[in-house]
C-alpha cells in the first residue's frame, strides 16, 4: 500500500458514537464551558491517533500507519495542549489515559485487541471521560463537580451501554457463531433494563429506563444472517443516542 492510499481513520466505525456518548452524558450531567471544544478535539482525534500510534509500534507493517499518525497525533498534542493549559490538572487524567494505553498496547501486541478484555478497558477509558467533562465545566476546583451523584450516574450509564453495545455488535458479527455471546448480550441487556427500571422508581429517572427498555427489546429481536454490519452499526449509533437523549432529560 503506497503512503498515498494509507488508511487515515481506523475500520472500527461504531467507535465515534462510543467516543460521543460519554461528552454527551458529561455536558448533561455537569453542563457547558467553552474548554469542552478543544478537551473534545483532542478526545476524538486521540482515537485515530491512538489507532495509529499501535499500529506503529505493533502492526507487521508498522509504515501504513505513519500518515496517520503524522496528521492525527498533532491535532490531539495541539488541542490537548489548549485545554491543558487552562486546567493543569488534567495532567492526572492524562497519565491514567496514558497507562490505560499502555493496557490497549499490551493486548495489540499479543494480537488480542478484539478480545473482550481490551473492549473493557476501552469502555473504562470512555466512561471516565463523563467526569472528566465535568471537571473541565467545574474549573480548578474539579473534585466536587466530579464525584457529584448525576456525574457519576452518568459515567455508569455510559458503561452499562457501551458494555451492552459490545456485547450486542460481537453477537452479530464477529463471535455470530459463538451463542455464548447472543446469551450474553442479552442477558445483560435484561438486566441494564431491570436495574434502570429500579432508579426509576427509586430516584424518578424514567427516562434511562426507557433508553435501556429499548436496548433490551434490540437485543431480543430476531438476529438476521444477512443484517449488513451497517445496519447493525445503525441500530446501535441509535441506541448511544437514545442513552445520551435520556441524559439530557433526566440531569
Not at 137 to 155: D, E, F, I, K, Y
Not at 208 to 223: D, E
Amino acid at each position: 500500500m503506497t503512503r498515498r492510499h494509507a488508511p487515515v481513520l481506523p475500520p472500527q466505525h461504531g467507535a465515534w458514537g462510543f467516543l460521543g456518548l460519554p461528552l454527551l452524558l458529561g455536558i448533561a450531567a455537569g453542563g457547558w464551558s467553552c474548554w469542552l471544544i478543544p478537551l473534545a478535539a483532542a478526545w476524538v482525534s486521540a482515537h485515530p491517533a491512538g489507532w495509529a500510534v499501535t499500529g506503529l509500534l505493533t502492526a507487521r507493517r508498522p509504515a501504513r500507519f505513519r500518515r496517520a499518525a503524522l496528521l492525527w497525533a498533532p491535532v490531539c498534542a495541539t488541542a490537548g495542549a489548549v485545554v491543558l493549559s487552562a486546567r493543569p490538572w488534567l495532567v492526572w487524567a492524562l497519565l491514567g489515559y496514558l497507562v490505560l494505553f499502555g493496557v490497549n498496547l499490551g493486548f495489540a501486541r499479543a494480537h488480542r485487541e478484539r478480545s473482550m478484555a481490551n473492549d473493557l478497558v476501552l469502555i473504562a477509558e470512555c466512561a471516565l471521560m463523563v467526569p472528566v467533562v465535568a471537571g473541565v465545566v467545574a474549573g480548578n476546583a474539579p473534585w466536587a463537580a466530579m464525584t457529584a451523584a448525576p456525574v457519576l450516574a452518568a459515567a455508569a450509564l455510559a458503561a452499562v451501554a457501551l458494555v451492552g453495545s459490545t456485547l450486542q455488535v460481537k453477537s452479530l458479527i464477529r463471535e455470530r457463531a459463538n451463542p455464548a455471546y447472543t446469551v450474553a448480550a442479552r442477558a445483560f441487556s435484561l438486566a441494564a433494563a431491570f436495574v434502570t427500571a429500579g432508579l426509576a422508581v427509586a430516584a424518578g429517572w424514567w427516562w434511562p429506563a426507557v433508553a435501556f427498555v429499548l436496548l433490551s427489546a434490540r437485543s431480543l429481536w430476531r438476529h438476521d444472517p444477512s443484517r449488513r454490519p451497517s445496519r447493525i452499526g445503525l441500530v446501535e449509533l441509535a441506541g448511544l443516542v437514545s442513552v445520551a437523549a435520556a441524559g439530557f432529560l433526566t440531569f
